[in-house]
């Protein structure tokens, strides 16, 4: 069966430090893969997307930068945090040729002071 | 344009109350699926249904029901009996097949009803 985690589970850093979410996959090949982000208020604002090896479709224009150097590897980085950047963020895969739906992994929960 | 609306913001009910969360959506496409999850507060999203346009029959499964009609463009869940493990946000999400928001089978999600179940 497949799997999808997510690490850190939760993270606090200062404004100005830089970030690096990581999302991986198991039990698939070569997904789609997608970042999510979840302000509080409850809207799910889709980052970030990507359909193979080094392919990153960007959603929103921001600090934010998407990377996939393995086929189930996805990371999600930033240079220099904003306080805006708070929020959930959730990772997500899709199988090829599947009937669209997506499955989540748990989820990083960042606080930026 | 695609569009997810889930007018429903929060709802709130007794234990063993029958609850139903609304979601409308618009799209040009013919060809679509639509979907049902559930986060609890724990975070995660977790996938429940899928639904393709061409397939109007009503689902059941356990205490919930679905109930999609094209001809109001609405798809709605319905839990019967509700429990207090029900409590939780619900998002409704429209993928188009062949619409140029399918690239990358992307996702279109409403804001969610927050439902919550009081013992």
């Known amino acids: 069966s497949q799997t999808i985690h997510q690490w850190p589970a939760t993270l606090v850093q200062p404004v100005g430090s830089p970030l690096s979410l990581e999302c991986t996959v198991e039990?698939?090949?070569?997904?789609?893969l997608y970042w999510y982000r979840q302000a509080a208020g409850r809207g799910l604002q889709l980052l970030f997307y990507?359909?193979?090896?080094?392919?990153i479709s960007s959603e929103v224009p921001q600090n934010l930068s998407a990377s996939r150097p393995q086929d189930r590897q996805f990371i999600l980085s930033s240079k220099k945090l904003l306080l805006s950047d708070s929020g959930f963020y959730l990772c997500?895969?899709?199988?090829?040729?599947?009937?669209?739906?997506?499955?989540f992994g748990p989820g990083t929960r960042l606080t930026v002071t | 344009a695609q569009k997810v609306t889930q007018a429903q913001t929060e709802i709130s009910v007794v234990e063993k109350e029958d609850v139903t969360l609304d979601c409308v959506y618009e799209?040009?496409?013919?060809?679509?699926?639509l979907f049902w999850y559930k986060q609890p507060p724990s975070g995660e999203l977790v996938f429940l249904i899928r639904?393709?346009?061409?397939?109007?029959q009503n689902e059941i499964s356990g205490r919930y029901s679905w109930n999609f009609q094209k001809s109001t463009s609405s798809f709605n869940f319905t839990i019967t009996a509700s429990q207090v493990v029900d409590s939780a946000v619900y998002f409704c999400?429209?993928?188009?097949?062949?619409?140029?928001?399918?690239?990358?089978?992307?996702?279109?999600f409403g804001q969610g009803t927050e439902l919550s179940v009081k013992p």
């Open positions: 999400a429209l993928s188009e097949v062949y619409g140029t928001y399918n690239q990358g089978g992307k996702l279109i």
């Open positions: 639904r393709n346009s061409f397939d109007e």
């Open positions: 799209t040009r496409d013919t060809t679509y699926y």
């Open positions: 039990g698939t090949s070569n997904p789609n």
């Open positions: 990507s359909v193979g090896i080094g392919q």
């Open positions: 997500a895969w899709r199988a090829r040729g599947s009937s669209y739906e997506q499955y």
